[in-house]
């Protein structure tokens, strides 16, 4: 039961935030004084609607989103009335323009903002140092968990164990060297210590052979000789990079020093808001340089496959998520990945792609652009973009992005992404 109240309270929320979205767009046409003859929640039949002033406000049957009636957004619409011409979107000032087309994705920023300081302060924010791989997020120090046997050459058996005196695996140098699971390295060779980052780059800085490691357990500084070896090991930056031989000690990072939430106070879930609001926006881009590459796997897990937890999903699956965060008592996922939800579609609303905002707000600009520049070598100004020229870039992304989101909704039914075991 809690399953589906969290997703029906997921889908709720996200309804609201996209139809804030229009509102953003009617609040600001309407300060710059232009028409807005409808603005609806939903879509399909209309279930209930009333007049105030010039404006249609209501409701549809279809829950799916909403839509906001500005007059005369290109000049090629043609259901202008003659006395509605002096308003029409298109002929107001570009900066207007871009406001009022951008209102709505800005309206997703600033939820997702008071989102994330409302959770900061009453659940906490993610650590956006806390390890999603080894070397994703380096923590303030370098903690470490130490192993007793690590691979020379990494195994292609991703499973295979680890035991010393096996060809590619040796007796853990650190372990060897008397280093401990939570001790902290202070200083490698001649070189201070701050993080785990500052730990591996130091390591593989060094010749194989002994080094002296710095380090302090209970309080209590001490030091140690390892005796470092040569072995495989993948990019500091990047663990998706090419391995190249480097210095091992067989060290890890031991992620139970670094706490996966932090509870803020009121005052300073401020910072920590745009912080975490910034790691946000650095993942969307990302996820959206990804999505390319992750259609095959998407495919793949309609067939059978297991599906890929980095897979993008859908509206569906967000709220499917979302009602797993309630089901289990995690309410602080729900609102993270409601926080998450509204940057990224903030973001991909701004593409300059038609016919999406960003598109409109391309358009606008490219027809400054060229008037400025026409100007400037005494030509007549151009005029306008016609859109009709674009329908077929148009109804490609259309077509495109439809296609797309058919296959994560499907792949969201038939093989869902799960947090946790149901």
């Excluded at 096996?166 to 060897?176: D, I, L, N, Q």
């Excluded at 020229?389 to 490609?396: G, Q, R």
Aim: net charge neutral; with cysteine.
């Amino acid at each position: 039961m809690l399953y589906w109240l969290g997703v029906a309270a997921f889908a709720l929320t996200i309804l609201i935030s996209v139809s804030l979205h229009e509102f953003g767009h009617l609040l600001t046409a309407k300060y710059f004084g232009m028409k807005v003859t409808k603005y609806f929640v939903g879509f399909g039949p209309t279930i209930w609607s009333f007049q105030r002033g010039e404006t249609e406000y209501g409701l549809k049957g279809i829950p799916l989103g909403g839509f906001c009636k500005i007059v005369g957004m290109t000049p090629q619409d043609d259901d202008v009335e003659p006395a509605d011409q002096p308003r029409a979107m298109w002929r107001y000032p570009v900066w207007k323009r871009t406001i009022v087309m951008a209102a709505g994705s800005i309206t997703h920023f600033l939820l997702a903002l008071a989102a994330a300081w409302v959770v900061a302060f009453t659940l906490g924010l993610p650590n956006t140092s806390y390890p999603q791989t080894e070397t994703a997020r380096q923590p303030e120090k370098a903690y470490i968990t130490v192993s007793e046997c690590t691979w020379a050459t990494i195994p292609a058996d991703v499973n295979a164990v680890c035991a010393p005196g096996t060809a590619t695996a040796v007796a853990g140098p650190a372990y060897a060297a008397g280093l401990r699971d939570g001790d902290l390295v202070t200083k490698v060779g001649t070189s201070a210590i701050a993080n785990y980052g500052d730990l591996t780059a130091a390591i593989r800085r060094q010749p194989a052979g002994p080094v002296t490691f710095e380090y302090q357990r209970a309080g209590e500084t001490k030091t140690a000789a390892v005796d470092l070896i040569i072995g495989d090991r993948k990019p500091v930056t990047d663990d998706k990079g090419a391995i190249s031989k480097v210095a091992v000690a067989g060290l890890g990072w031991d992620t139970s020093s670094v706490p996966s939430m932090i509870k803020y106070s009121v005052a300073g879930a401020v910072p920590a808001t745009f912080e975490y609001g910034w790691f946000i926006v650095e993942n969307s881009f990302s996820a959206l340089g990804r999505i390319p590459e992750k259609i095959p796997a998407l495919w793949h897990s309609l067939t059978g496959s297991e599906r890929d937890p980095d897979t993008p999903i859908s509206v569906v699956g967000a709220s499917r998520l979302g009602g797993e965060a309630i089901e289990h008592g995690v309410p602080e996922l729900f609102f993270n990945i409601f926080i998450s939800l509204n940057v990224f579609i903030g973001i991909f609303n701004l593409l300059p792609l038609l016919p999406v905002d960003g598109g409109h707000i391309a358009i606008a600009w490219f027809e400054r652009a060229r008037s400025w520049l026409y100007a400037r070598l005494r030509r007549p100004d151009p005029g306008r973009v016609d859109y009709y020229k674009l329908m077929p870039i148009t109804y490609a992304v259309i077509l495109i992005g439809g296609a797309f989101t058919l296959l994560t909704i499907t792949a969201d039914i038939v093989n869902p992404i799960q947090i946790f075991n149901r």
